[in-house]
C-alpha cells in the first residue's frame, strides 16, 4: 500500500497534517528553549522558514496537480495559492541569504518585495476557489457584512498598531515606513481573504484545507502583528520564538496543500447554473449571521476605551467610523426586513391564488372526480400491465431494459457506481412442465420468483425474461464478493422444497454473471454475456453460477459458427466414417465394425464429435446426420459381407441418440435402410446409453420390440457409468454390454476394479447377454479380460478406428489368411 493509500483511509484525513505539525514544532521549540546559541537559532529558524515555505508551495502545487484529475476550474485556485507560497518561500530564502550568509541586516530588502507580492497573490487564489451562487439580495447583504467586519477590523488595526506605526516612525527613513505599515496593511488582504473563505466556501470544495488555510493566515496576521508592534518598540530580534509564527503558518499551508491533495477526488464538478434562492439552515450565511455584529461590539469598546486611553485616532474620526458601521448594520437589517416583507407578500399572493385555484377547482373537479380516478386506474394498469409479467408480477423484459440503460448511464455519470446482472434459467424445468402440467409449471414459476425476490435487496431488480428464465439488476455492487455471495445465496434458497398442488418438487438454477457491467453501452449486450455464462453454467453441470469473460464470447461465437457450418457439412460431403475394429478374444477374429463419424472442415480441418455432436443433438441436426451414418454404415457394411464372405457375416455398430430413437418412423426409416442396401436386420447393431433406457417410455419400449423383431441388436454403450438401477435390462431386449474404458483402464493396477468389471461380464453371461470390453490398451488388460471370459474387445491394443481403405486392407488379409 502506497503512502498516499494509507492516507486517504485516516478518518479524519488531517489526522496526518496534525501529526506533522506536532513533529515540526516539537522538533523547532526544542532548538528554541535548548540551545543557548543565539546565532544558530538564527541560522536554524531562518532555514526552518525557508524550508518550510519551499514544502508549503510543493504541497500546494501537488494540490493543484491532483485537483486537476477532477476538474481544470478548481485546480486554478490553488495553483495561485501555490504560486503565492512560492513567492514568499523566495523571500524566506533571501533573508537566510542575506541575514546568515552576508551578515546583512535583512530589513528592509529584496525579501519585502516578495513577502508584500504574496499578500494580494493569495486573496486573488482564495477568491478563484469555488463558490456558492449568490441572488442578488445576498450578494448584497455578503458584501455589507464583510464591509462592516473590515471596516472594524481597520478602526482596530488602526488604534492599536498602524496609527502607532506611522505617528513613531517620522525618524526612519520612507522606506522603512512604507513597509512597516505595509505589512499590517497586508494582513488586512489576508483578513480579507478569510472573510472571503467564510462567508463564500461551498460544498463542492473539500472543507478541512480551507480550515488549515484560515488556520495559517490567522497564525500569519498574528505573527505580522507582533512582528510590527515588535519594530514598533525597536524590540524584535531574529532567532526568537516570533520566528516560529511564521513557520507555523507554513506548516498548515503546508498540511493544507497535503490534505487537499488527498481528498481532491471529492471536488464536485456539478455546478447548479441557477441561481439559489433560499439557503439552507447550515449555509455560511446563516452561520455567520451575528459575526459582523460581534466587530461592531468592537468598534464600540474603542469607542469607550478612547475616553480613558486616548488613541491615535482622532475621536471624531473614531465616531464618524462607528456611525457608518451603524448606518451599514442599518441598511442590511432593512434590506433584511425588505426581502422579508417582499417574501410574506409573495407568499401570501401565492396562498390567495391557490386558494381561489382551489375553490374553483373544487367546483369543476366535482362531476369528473369519478371518471378522472377511473381513468387513472385504468392507464395504471394499462402501463403495469405492459411492463410486468402477467403470471409473476415482476418486471418484464421491458422494464428491465429500460433500468438497464439507466443503470449504465449512470455509471457514466458516477465513476464509482458499479452494477452487475445475473441471468437465471430453472434447470430441468421442462420436466417438470410436461409430467406435472402447465399449471403446476406456472405455480412453480410464481413461488420461483416470490422466493427470488426474498433473497434480494430493496434496491435490486429482478424480472422474467420468458418461460423459466429471470434476470436480476443488483445495484451498486462494491466487490465482486457481494455479487458471489448474492448467487449463492439464490443457489441455496432455490435448492429448498417447493409445495406445489399438495407435492413437494425440488429444483435448482443455472446462474451466468456479468461482474461490474459499467463498461457496456447497450442493455442487450450485458443480457447476452450473462446469457452465455448460464449456458456456460448449464453445460458444466448445472445448479451452479458462472462469471462471464470474454473467453466465453469467443466460445459462443465460435460454437455459433460451427453450428452454422454443421447445417451445410452434410450438403457439402464434409462427413466421413471411420470404423474400429470389434475382435472375439477367443478366436481374434474380427466381429464387426463400430461406426465413428468425423467431420472434416474445409477451413478447420478435423472436427471431433465431442465438439459437434452435442450441438448436432441441441439443434436437432443429428437426426439428418444419424440417418446418414445409418445409411453410410449399412451400405459400407452390406459391401464388406458381399467382397468378403464369411460365417458368421460382419456386423456394423452405430450409435444412436434418444431423439433418433423417438421421432416418428424411425423403425420404418431402418427397415426401409435395411432393404435399400440388403442388409439382414442381425447385422446392425445399435447402440444406446442407459439413459435412454431410463428416460423411455412405453413408446420407446415398442420401437425396440419392432426393430428387435426384425433382427436388429441392442448394446448398451459405456455401461456402468451412468445410473445404478438395473431393472432395464429385463424390460428391454439389449444384447450386449459395453463396458466403459474407465474401468477397462484400471485392470491390473486396482484389484477392485478388476473385481467390478468381472462382476459385469458376468452379470452379461447371466442374462444372455454378450460383453464388450472398451479401450483395451495394454497386454495385460487384455490378458486379465481372457480370464474374466469377455467376448469381445476394441481398443488401440487391437486397432485404432480407420477409414474404409485401411479397412478393406485388414480384411483382404485377412481373407487371404483364411483360403
Known sequence: MSFTGFLKRQKPAWYGAVLLIAVALFTLLAIVFISNDEWLKVIILNLSSAIFSTLAATSLFFAARYTGRFSRRFAYPWLILAFAQLIFALGDIFWYLLEVSLLQDPFPSISDVFYLSYYPIFLIGIILLPSIRFSRIDWLKTFLDMTIVMLSAFMVLWSFLLGPLISTGTENTILTQFLTVAYPSGDLVLFWAILVILYRQSGTQPQTPLRLLIYATIIMIITDCIFAYQTLSDTYISGRLIDLGWILASIFTCSAGIVQSLKAHQTSVQIDQNPVEEWPRSSPISRLTYFSYAWVIAAYLLLILNQNYPLPVNFTILVWGVGLLIFMVILRQLLTLNENRLLNKKLQAALEKDRQKTEELSRINGSLQLEIDERRRAEGQLAYDALHDSLTGLPNRVLFIDRLRHAIDYTQRYEQYQFSVLFLDIDHFKVINDSLGHIVGDQLLIAFAKRLRTCLRLSDTVARMGGDEFVILLEDTKNEEDVISAAERIEDHMKLAFILDG?????????????????????????????????RAKTLGKARYEVFNSTLRDVAIARLELENDLRFALDKNEFRLNYQPIISLDSNEILGFEALIRWYHEKRGLISPMDFIPIAEETGLILKIGEWVLREGCCQAREWQNTYKRNPPLTISINISGSQLVQQGFVELVEKILAETGLEGNSLSLEITERICLNSSEEMKSVFKRLHDVGVQFHIDDFGIGYSSLSYLQNFPIDTLKIDKTFVSKIGANSGNSEIVRSIIALAHDLGMSAIAEGVETETQLSQL??????????YLLSYPIDKQGVDSILQTSFEQAN
Open 503 to 535: 407435492r413437494q418438487v425440488y429444483v435448482s438454477a443455472s446462474i451466468g454473471i456479468v461482474l461490474f457491467a459499467d463498461d457496456y453501452e447497450h442493455p442487450e449486450d450485458i443480457i447476452r454475456d450473462a446469457d452465455i455464462a448460464m449456458y
Open 786 to 795: 481372457r480370464t474374466f471370459g469377455c467376448n469381445y474387445g476394441q481398443g
